[in-house]
């Protein structure tokens, strides 16, 4: 099930609950809706409101700083890629087989990373990507420097060559969910609960419901960001793929 209509799902059930909560009024005996029994419950869902905003407040927060770490992840990766690029020009001819291997290497990055039109989904654990930065190791290796500042080149090149070998793991540890499904249905139960008891204490009318109606959809639209920003690379608000394009686009010597 994609985002929106997980958000969507989310929206209806937490709207049935207050219209539930409207109609359970009529069914409870006269004797329970006393001023004591409402006051007892409007302190218990008090105390339910305040979790589920913490609640609420700390999931989008773990969200957004998941997001915003893959982003600056994303930004790295590129910057090292288009340095070794750099390095590898200044080393000379010699250095064009690497090259060759290094361009193809950030190619299929962006098209595991991004894959446009389709429904596959971005995957950066390629084993085909992963040998061809090894590859690319090799190659820098296998480089027979003349003179001290190409030696210089060499070592610098390997150096950047491990970094990003490093930081690919580290994104692929990162394309992982950080919000734990669970904590969210416990949370929309919570929401559910607390709309019921509105829907107890108000009166049934047409601004009653329109306002269940907006309420219900802005906790959806809470939901569909959550889930949006916890899968960095897919979906509405995927990471751009400026970054590496632009380190691809001066690849070409």
């Not at 957004?64 to 590898?88: F, G, H, P, Q, V």
Request: proline fraction near 4%.
């Amino acid at each position: 099930m994609n985002t929106i209509m997980t958000s969507l799902l989310v929206a209806a059930c937490i709207f049935a609950s207050g219209l539930a909560g409207l109609y359970l009024n009529r069914l409870l005996p006269q004797q329970h809706p006393t001023k004591e029994t409402l006051d007892v419950v409007k302190l218990g869902i008090g105390m339910l409101s305040v979790l589920a905003s913490l609640v609420l407040g700390l999931l989008i927060a773990t969200a957004k700083s998941s997001y915003d770490s893959t982003d600056r992840a994303i930004r790295s990766y590129a910057a090292e890629l288009a340095l070794l690029n750099e390095t590898l020009r200044d080393y000379g001819g010699d250095a064009l087989v690497p090259h060759n291997l290094l361009r193809s290497y950030t190619e299929r990055l962006l098209q595991d990373g991004w894959p446009g039109s389709g429904n596959r989904a971005a995957m950066l654990e390629d084993e085909e990507a992963r040998l061809l930065l090894e590859h690319v190791r090799e190659a820098i290796r296998a480089l027979k420097p003349i003179d001290d500042g190409q030696r210089s080149l060499q070592i610098q090149a390997t150096d950047i060559n491990v970094n990003l070998l490093r930081q690919r793991w580290l994104l692929i540890e990162q394309q992982g969910p950080s919000v734990r499904r669970v904590v969210v249905v416990i949370l929309v139960s919570w929401i559910m609960v607390i709309f019921a008891s509105f829907g107890m204490n108000a009166p049934r009318n047409g601004t009653v419901l329109v306002a269940f109606l907006i309420c219900s959809l802005a906790i959806g639209g809470a939901i569909f960001l959550i889930l949006e920003m916890d899968r960095p690379l897919d979906g509405v608000m995927q990471i751009s793929s400026w970054p590496m394009q632009n380190a691809l686009a001066h690849m070409s010597w």
